[in-house]
């Protein structure tokens, strides 16, 4: 006993305090911390941390993590704290612990250099088909549909003030201050529209059981802006403005920073998320998904047809072509296929100088990525039937005096039909499935409205199980039609 | 109408299966190709109904002409001579998604432009032919096999043709179904039919046929009456075949 004290104080000693882990998302965007070609990983929150990491003397570590997951994240315990803008909120509060804010937001609408039709949120809300962009879970997504503002959520600021600029899909960006000084600041084709509104405070989030760090955390932000380090670093970012005056040691959110008026009526009205509420919008993300995969399934099969063909009829050249665009299309993920469609395709016409935008809306542009994928597997299911219709009915028809195309359309073509039909059902219900990646490009569907709606409510197990539910009563419907279709039409049967 | 082929010679890869085979069927003959398996019988008549290519010889059927030609070249589908001959297969090949009268009128009203009371008449009157008149709205898959092949000759029977080619047809059908697909076959002989016949079915051949045929490696081995070529051939190896057929 008396060996072992001084022996742990020793090991205590020869072993660096162990790290804490930081989360947040670096696809966010800049400021707040993200990947700068040149210098790595930066970012205003970053410098913040390597502050109080002095401060606590303590090593931080960065963990990658999605905005949208932060706070479930926080509560599983994958990491100690998260601090990734993340907004002092009343359902978030009752949730976490925040720490005492680290900078004062608000925020900024941000037009094209060259509108003229409304340069308020009120203009723009009176201006009839004006679409505003913003990111998923912010309190500016909150802000916009309170004003029941026409939005399209975006994952990250990059994103949204992209299409903004380039394509041309939306009308306007609402986010905070810190990424329209970063991102539209400096853009000539961008302008700000009006005064920054709707304050509030980003703070760190911990898990409520973690009271022991979050003490330690806050007495370090209140160092911090003792000694002017967080101004310094706030003035180095371009972020300090005179708000951030507001931000002296001791300072308490909870009694003085109420979030201003619009804000927190719309926390009150967020308070009661009944079943009433959010069963509407589940369903009518449901019918987004319905036409979705009825969309894009067709345009797989449209495209299938000729595909398969080709692949077996074509010239040699028309048959590599099939072969190519079969091989291409199912050896690419199809989350990159969206990607490209939506947001590539309009910056290639643009450094391409073409006059015509390629800004394609969201639902075409997801009813294009899935088609093309779904027409490649299409094409070889079609072929594979085709292939399986015995040679001899070819035969008996060419001995009947029929033509090659007559004896396709009339009889290997309706019997290769029937031998698809069961794996062409199983395809639909796959693709049923895979819309979902559609959320990507901003497209509303159902599982996008889920994530929505989760992260504004917080119900992620209520809303999770009826959102399941809803996929649910759809394709198992689909699935047993596909295995009925696939005993009916088996070959020992026709 | 008669068949001539003359010097006809095939090889698949390098395997010749059929040698320098000269035949004739006069017209309203029957003539009946026996011969042990792969000695070239059903290739034979896959090459005169032009669904294979020769390589060298020369097919004629009354007036149309089959000439030799590439093999990757080839269509099945390009033959006039279908015009004039109709082919029934061992499998029979119905079209399984159509009923059975639409197996006998596709052929007809797709390709002979017939209007749809035409063909459904012209359709109706075969399959009472072949007595099958009462399953017109059947499924192949509900026929028995002697009733499938039966249907398979009224198609064959709806272009037309004066000349049929008929390739082991009652091979996958269980004895007591034979005579009702053979005894069809000697109706059309009595209408006049030209029918050349592979098969292995002696007694038919001894009652029915004008002419038999010993086939063996790719030639014409021996040609006569039946009696003749079933009860004294001059070949050894026609006697040891029609010995082991009756056993």
Not at chain 1, 137 to 159: D, F, H, M, V, W
Not at chain 1, 383 to 388: K, V
Not at chain 1, 472 to 483: E, I, M
Not at chain 2, 26 to 34: K, N
Request: glycine content about 6%.
């Amino acid at each position: 006993m008396i060996l072992q004290i001084p022996l742990m104080l020793l090991l205590a000693l020869a072993q660096p305090p162990t790290p804490l882990i930081w989360a947040a998302d670096e696809e966010g965007g800049a400021p707040y911390v993200y990947r700068d070609n040149k210098l790595g990983r930066v970012g205003f929150e970053l410098d913040i941390i390597n502050a109080l990491a002095e401060e606590l003397k303590r090593p931080i570590e960065f963990k990658q993590y999605a905005f949208d997951s932060l706070i479930p994240g926080l509560l599983k315990g994958d990491f100690d704290f998260a601090m990734n803008g993340l907004e002092i909120n009343e359902e978030r509060q009752e949730k976490i612990r925040f720490s005492k804010p680290y900078y004062i937001y608000r925020q900024q609408l941000v037009t094209r250099a060259d509108e003229k039709r409304f340069n308020t949120l009120l203009g723009c809300k009176n201006t009839l088909g004006a679409i505003v962009g913003t990111m998923d879970g912010t309190q500016a997504e909150r802000l916009l549909n309170q004003a029941k503002i026409p939005i399209r959520t975006y994952s990250s600021s990059t994103e949204a003030y992209s299409d903004l600029v380039s394509a041309g899909r939306i009308d306007a960006v609402f986010l905070d201050l810190p990424m329209a000084i970063s991102y539209a600041l400096p853009n000539k084709r961008l302008q700000f529209a009006g005064k920054p509104t709707a304050r509030g405070f980003y703070a760190i989030g911990f898990h409520p059981k973690n009271e022991t760090l979050a003490k330690e955390v806050d007495a370090a932000i209140d160092a911090l802006k003792t000694n002017s380090k967080l101004r310094s670093i706030l003035v180095k970012w371009n972020l300090w403005d005179e708000c951030q005056e507001e931000l002296s040691p001791g300072f308490l959110f909870e009694e003085e920073g109420r979030p201003n008026n619009i804000t927190h009526s719309i926390l009150e009205e967020n308070q009661a998320w009944t079943i009433n509420r959010y069963l509407p919008l589940l369903l009518e993300g449901t019918w987004v998904t319905i036409q979705l995969t009825l969309c894009s399934f067709a345009l797989a099969l449209v495209l299938g047809l000729p595909l398969s063909l080709a692949r077996l009829y074509g010239s040699p050249w028309l048959k590599s072509l099939a072969l190519l665009y079969v091989e291409f299309f199912r050896g690419i993920p199809v989350l990159l296929l969206l990607f490209f469609l939506y947001f590539g395709l309009p910056a290639i016409a643009e450094s391409s100088g073409l006059n015509i935008s390629l800004a394609l809306s969201p639902f075409i542009a997801a009813t294009l990525g899935l088609g093309l994928n779904y027409a490649a597997y299409e094409a070889e299911t079609f072929r594979a039937a085709i292939q399986s219709v015995p040679q001899g009915q070819w035969e008996a028809a060419a001995s009947l005096g029929m033509g090659k195309s007559l004896t396709f359309r009339r009889i290997i073509f309706p019997q290769a039909m029937r031998i698809a039909l069961p794996t062409t059902t199983n395809d639909l219900v796959a693709l049923f499935k895979d819309t979902s990646i559609a959320s990507v490009v901003a497209l509303v569907e159902l599982n996008k409205q889920y994530q929505i709606l989760a992260k504004s409510s917080l119900k992620f197990v209520e809303l999770g199980l009826i959102t399941a539910l809803l996929y649910l009563a759809l394709s198992v419907p689909l699935g047993r039609l596909a295995r009925a279709l696939e005993k009916k039409l088996a070959p020992e049967r026709r | 109408m008669n068949i001539k082929a003359h010097q006809i010679c095939k090889t698949f890869g390098k395997r010749p299966v059929l040698d320098g085979l000269t035949l004739d069927v006069p017209s309203g003959e029957t003539v009946v190709i026996i011969g042990p398996s792969g000695s070239g019988k059903s290739t034979f008549l896959r090459c005169l109904n032009g669904l294979q290519s020769i390589d060298s010889g020369t097919i004629q059927v009354g007036d149309h002409k089959l000439e030799a030609s590439n093999e990757k070249r080839f269509s099945p589908f390009s033959s006039e001579i279908r015009k004039v001959q109709g082919m029934i297969f061992q499998d029979f090949n119905l079209f399984p998604h159509i009923s059975v009268l639409g197996n006998v009128t596709e052929a007809p009203a797709r390709v002979l432009k017939h209007n749809q009371a035409d063909a459904r008449n012209l359709g109706l009157e075969l399959l009472k032919k072949v007595g099958l008149e009462s399953h017109a709205n059947h499924y192949p898959s509900q026929l028995s096999g002697g009733q499938k092949q039966r249907v398979a000759i009224a198609r064959a029977l709806a272009m037309k043709p004066k000349v049929l080619l008929c390739d082991e047809v009652t091979s996958s059908l269980d004895p007591e179904l034979k005579h009702e697909v053979l005894d069809v076959l000697e109706k059309l002989k009595s209408e006049g039919m030209t029918l050349l016949m592979v098969t292995h079915e002696i007694g038919f051949a001894k009652k029915a046929a004008d002419k038999v045929v010993f086939l063996a490696e790719g030639k014409v081995v021996e040609e006569g009456p039946p009696q003749q070529i079933l009860e004294s051939p001059e070949n050894s190896r026609i006697r040891t075949f029609i010995s082991k057929l009756m056993s």
